[in-house]
């Protein structure tokens, strides 16, 4: 795990810590302070990680969705149980971020990182550079989903990437219900498995969805059966022409009732949000903690019980006499929608509104690509219990394209791209309970807007969007 | 009624392509013309003489060099399709498989294709991403987006589908043609979008070559969100590269 004692790394070398600790002191008053100092000392000592003296325990998480949730959950799980975590979960998932995290928490003389563990969250195509410095102990993938196209071109694309970032002797913790993260596990000893399993959890079989990424196996590419679906192509699959299946789990959800999540028939969990995309963060949370971390089941279960991460992901609301849920999303990211469409359907009332803002995909890279609104089940909201859905933004006259070949009502339909006028109309022309969703890009044309009709507080509520 | 055969829907599935085929359903349904889709997939043929048209959407590029195997089976009634007249759009990855030849450069295996289009695709390990602008006819403008690791080369006999006019990329230079088209029946391009949701006008002139006459007006709501959505994304691009509508190569 540790770089050997380079003798380029001697005494007046403590050079890039120090230089990296200061960079963080002056970055986080300016908003760089994950970023910035790594992609200095990257550019001067590219070499610097490689002569780290790192814990035993480096547990890197990747993968399309729920990477950051379940790197808030492992580190919160460590430190219950009195590790001490060196982490990038509050800065960036490149490798600058990993760079600033493990440098800024050395000690210039040693150059030993003052923790007992490290949880790094990673970027999908970004572990091959990362990894080249140093040899995580384990690798968690919590999943590869269609995710920002323009930039990963397809799943296919990505597995291939990630893949040159997966060091030999790298122990993989791997998402035994998603078939082509699962397979990574394929003839690799000592991969680690976890899952869920739970019936009240398990998809209705008759839900049709805009494409299914399980119809055929990514091993043989024949066609592939399921015994259950937990949402979309994530479920128990099995390819009876090369007998890839999904393996036997460490640990699983087995049960998810009356809000509590309950592990391998024994650990009872109260969880923040109460879905399936949350009941596999848990599950992944729960097996890292305890198959790489060494962390005891029950301690591990009550550093989960209740905790609520401060993640402003479900943000409540008020607004003309309704109330509301604002979900997080990410544009480009149908697995994200979805999650928060099934959370708007499974209202126990007669009657939402949904609002769907789509103003701009990027911050960083120029896309106006909207092929990714067709892989969104939007179908599902022709639903009778969905009396209105607003549109809004720049592409709002795409989504209504979408939602209207999509089989929705044109009657409930409120096609508006501007968006101060969209927020008098999510004040007068609502019905009932209103689910508001979109990405980190647009959050705040809608939030920002919200504060002229009332002061949204966080949420703490049992049920809502998934991201990521 | 008329005949469209979705090819591989389930499988060669990227970037929205599904759709095509359920826009052009719709805008024939405008003209009170009804059409029947046919699934053509692995263990399931559909009947490709008697078709009007045949989509094939875009893939990954091992799945287009499984369909291309699977196609092969298929290629006199292709060819018997084509003589008649049969309209077939290919897009994306997809287009390979109707050239003379694939490399994969990825493997360096070699690959038949089925030669429909006087062109050579080679699969490169690198993706691209762009955003174009591209005319057709008489200047007529098309927007979208590839999203591609094939590198297409048309041989000399061989007629684009576009002329580009921007691309976010710079891939493509300011003149050089885009797809393949071959004569009033066979179009190919490597922009996805999907190609015919983002292009209303596009969607009209196929429609109309399906409908055999000159195509009844359509005044739905989709259709008229689907101009709207094409105006606010070519004034998006047009703003980044000063491609006017008006404007030809
Ligand atoms: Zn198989």
Redesign the pocket.
């Known amino acids: 795990m540790t770089g050997e004692g380079h003798k380029a790394f001697s005494e007046e070398s403590m050079l890039d810590i120090l230089t990296c600790k200061l960079l963080r002191a002056i970055g986080s008053k300016i908003g760089r302070g994950s970023s910035l100092p790594g992609l200095v000392c990257k550019k001067i000592w590219p070499k610097s990680l490689r002569t780290l003296k790192l814990p035993d325990k480096v547990i890197a998480v990747t993968g399309s969705n729920g990477k950051t949730s379940t790197v808030a959950l492992l580190c919160n799980i460590a430190e219950k149980a009195g590790l001490k975590v060196v982490s990038n979960r509050e800065g960036s998932n490149q490798t600058e971020g990993v760079v600033t995290a493990l440098l800024s928490s050395a000690d210039p003389r040693t150059r030993k990182v003052d923790a007992d563990v490290v949880i790094l969250e990673s970027d999908e195509r970004f572990c091959q550079y990362t990894f080249r410095e140093f040899t995580p102990s384990h690798i968690l993938i919590t999943n590869l989903f269609r995710d920002q196209l323009t930039r990963n071109g397809h799943r296919e694309f990505v597995k291939g990437e990630l893949q040159k970032g997966i060091p030999d002797g790298t122990v993989l913790i791997l998402n035994a219900n998603e078939p082509l993260s699962c397979s990574y596990g394929s003839g690799r000893e000592g991969t680690v498995y976890y899952g869920v399993s739970a019936p009240e959890l398990r998809e209705d079989p008759g839900l049709e969805h805009a494409y299914d990424d399980g119809a055929?196996?990514?091993?043989?590419?024949?066609k592939?059966e399921y015994d259950f679906r937990i949402s979309g192509h994530v479920g128990s699959f099995e390819?009876?022409?090369?007998?890839?299946r999904t393996p036997r789990t460490a640990h699983s959800v087995t049960k998810a009732a009356n809000g509590k999540f309950v592990i391998d028939s024994t650990w009872e969990i109260r969880p923040q949000i109460f879905n399936e995309a949350y009941a596999q963060n848990i599950s992944a949370a729960f097996t890292t903690a305890v198959e790489a971390m060494g962390v005891d089941p029950s301690v591990a279960a009550e550093a989960l019980d209740g905790l609520e991460l401060d993640n402003g992901r479900v943000v409540e609301f008020r607004i003309g006499g309704h109330s509301g849920r604002f979900m997080l999303c990410k544009h480009e990211n149908s697995m994200a929608y979805n999650a928060a469409i099934s959370t708007a359907l499974s209202d126990p009332s007669e009657a939402v509104t949904v609002v769907f803002i789509v103003d701009r995909l990027s911050r960083k890279y120029v896309a106006n690509d909207m092929s990714w609104l067709w892989d969104i089940d939007f179908h599902r909201l022709a639903d009778d219990k969905v009396r209105k859905i607003i549109l809004s933004g720049g592409f709002a006259h795409d989504a209504a394209e979408r939602l209207l070949v999509g089989g929705v009502p044109e009657e409930k339909l409120i096609i508006e791209p501007d968006l101060d006028r969209m927020m008098d109309d999510v004040a007068e022309r609502s019905e009932g309970y209103i689910y508001a969703m979109t990405c980190f890009t647009d959050q705040y044309k809608f939030l920002d807007r919200l504060k002229k009709y009332s002061d949204p507080s966080e949420s703490d509520s049992k049920q809502g969007g998934k991201t990521e | 009624m008329i005949s469209i055969i979705a090819a591989y829907p389930d499988f060669l599935d990227l970037y929205g392509e599904y759709s095509a085929v359920r826009l052009l359903e719709k805008r024939l349904a405008c003209g009170d013309r009804q059409v029947k889709v046919s699934t053509l997939t692995f263990g399931r043929y559909a009947e490709i003489e008697k078709a009007d048209m045949i989509y094939v959407g875009a893939g990954t590029e091992n799945r287009m060099l499984a369909a291309l195997e699977d196609l092969r089976g298929y290629a006199g009634q292709l060819k018997a399709f084509l003589e008649k007249g049969g309209i077939l759009e290919v897009s994306g990855s997809s287009m390979a498989i109707f050239c003379n030849r694939i490399t994969d450069q990825r493997s360096g295996n070699r690959y038949e294709g089925l030669g429909v289009f006087d062109a050579e695709a080679e699969i490169t390990p690198k993706r691209r991403y762009g955003e174009l602008i591209c005319s057709y006819g008489d200047g007529k403008k098309i927007i979208g987006a590839v999203n591609s690791s094939i590198d297409f080369r048309r041989n000399s006999g061989q007629k684009e589908m576009f002329t580009v006019l921007w691309d976010s990329s710079k891939r493509f230079q300011k003149g050089a043609g885009e797809g393949m088209r071959t004569g009033e029946n066979v179009y190919a391009s490597e922009i996805t979008g999907p190609l015919i949701c983002r292009n209303p006008r596009l969607m009209d002139e196929i429609a109309e070559k399906l409908y055999g006459d000159s195509l009844p007006e359509c005044t739905d709501t989709w259709y008229l969100e689907a101009w709207k959505a094409y105006e606010h994304a070519f004034g998006i691009l047009s703003a980044e590269s000063h491609i006017r509508q008006d404007e030809t190569v």
């Open positions: 055929y196996c990514p091993v043989c590419g024949r592939m390819c009876r022409k090369c007998g890839y």
